[in-house]
């Protein structure tokens, strides 16, 4: 393809310049985001003789949206068009999770209903937990939790109806409901412990942790690990059209049920690149060993025979605003649990990152995952809880992003294309012929 060669307010000529051909395509303009519709050059190149080329999608927006905004250059996030801040210093992660999913921030009746509408359906099928004990004692969370939301759909063949937007809106109030049980359960599994059951009377994350660590027949949540617990789960609510979210997705395009779509993008999450990142971050710390240890694992990374992991993300070109609120909650939760000593490690390691030119220039600043595994860790969560932990609240914000797909008329089921760079017409060789 050649080059620009005219630009109009609303439109962009392109030259291919072997073909002498011009392609005038339209612009589209968001409130900051502006696009080319590339769609037309589709339509009069019908044998798909022009496509763009952009591995990774680096440089592509394959849908329409009005959930997450983010504005990487100055670290930018915001839920329908609040910022992260505020959500996270003033809301709950349910009233976080209403606003994601139905756009606008709740009345009190509304949230009520809300709360009390995903109170009434934490319990899973009693088969579930047959399921559960299926695994081996040391199997890995994730890979517990994305069969069992595999599982769920089984339960719930109703929910295939996804044109109906009562029974789109039962079947995502199950799954919110039923996350935290489902986490909690193969938490427990791992552990040799009996299974803990819902108790109403606990608010969404104080539930959860009674499920997970109650000993005995009482258990009192602490209130500052509990309100910890919900500002991590509404900063890891969504984040635009990441990896996980894209996989719900192009699976929600072929309308699959959500709970089938959603495995799969729990799969997509459980990568070391993705959810699976805070679980590295602790290793890479836990290997530091030792502050004195940080300048001899520095040279290693800019030799390139080590990974710094938890700095650096594809869309934010400066500091997380997710890792500074993290960053707070840290200290509260340590002043009820002690210090953990990895946090004078992960602090030293980010003064030095932020200091030296080689990172900088690089944009590698700390996200979210940099400081949220030591919070974890300081909670009692074993690293194979991680990513499930990453799942539960994200939950909701794949399930925005997959109603939001079904209802834009201007989506079909996901198909890329290819450059194809293989073989030309090949004849069968017989066996006997071979070399």
Aim: hydrophobic share 40%; charged share 25%; aromatic share 10%.
């Amino acid at each position: 393809m050649g080059d620009n060669v005219n630009a109009g307010p609303n439109t962009l000529t392109v030259r291919d310049n072997r073909t002498g051909r011009e392609y005038e395509v339209p612009i589209l303009e968001g409130d900051v985001i502006r696009a080319i519709d590339l769609r037309k050059i589709k339509v009069q190149d019908a044998d798909f003789g022009m496509m763009t080329y952009d591995p990774a999608y680096t440089n592509t927006a394959s849908t329409r949206s009005t959930i997450t905004y983010i504005d990487g250059d100055v670290g930018i996030l915001r839920y329908r068009g609040y910022p992260i801040e505020q959500l996270a210093e003033r809301s709950t992660h349910l009233e976080t999770a209403y606003l994601l999913l139905k756009g606008e921030l709740p009345t009190q009746r509304h949230l009520n209903q809300f709360v009390h509408d995903v109170t009434r359906h934490t319990y899973v099928h009693e088969n579930m937990t047959k399921l559960l004990e299926g695994f081996r004692y040391d199997a890995h969370a994730m890979g517990m939790m994305i069969s069992g939301v595999a599982a769920l759909s089984t339960f719930y063949p109703e929910a295939k109806n996804v044109t109906d937007a009562g029974n789109r809106w039962a079947q995502i109030t199950r799954l919110v409901a039923k996350m935290p049980t489902l986490a909690a359960f193969c938490y427990r599994h791992h552990r040799g412990l009996p299974y803990v059951y819902p108790e109403n009377e606990f608010s969404y994350t104080g539930n959860f942790l009674n499920m997970l660590f109650r000993i005995g027949s009482k258990y009192k949540p602490n209130p500052v690990l509990e309100r910890a617990l919900d500002i991590l789960f509404i900063l890891h609510a969504d984040h635009e059209q990441n990896c996980s979210t894209t996989t719900m997705r192009v699976i929600g395009s072929s309308q699959a049920d959500p709970y089938s779509a959603l495995a799969g993008a729990m799969a997509a999450l459980y990568g070391p690149l993705h959810g699976g990142a805070n679980e590295a971050v602790l290793r890479m710390l836990t290997k530091i060993g030792d502050v004195k240890n940080i300048p001899t694992f520095i040279e290693k990374v800019k030799n390139k025979e080590e990974k710094l992991m938890g700095f650096g993300h594809r869309v934010y070109k400066s500091y997380d605003p997710r890792a500074n609120i993290i960053k707070r909650t840290a200290d509260e939760v340590f002043d009820v649990t002690g210090r953990n000593p990895l946090l004078d490690i992960a602090l030293e390691l980010e003064r030095i990152a932020l200091d030296e030119d080689y990172f900088v220039q690089r944009n590698l600043y700390p996200n979210v995952d940099f400081y949220s595994g030591i919070i974890y860790e300081a909670m009692g969560f074993p690293v194979e809880m991680f990513p499930v932990l990453f799942a539960i609240p994200r939950t909701v914000g794949w399930l925005a992003q997959w109603e939001e797909l079904l209802l834009d008329d201007e989506q079909k089921i996901a198909r890329p294309r290819q450059v194809y760079l293989g073989a030309d017409t090949r004849d069968f060789v017989p066996m006997s012929e071979r070399k």
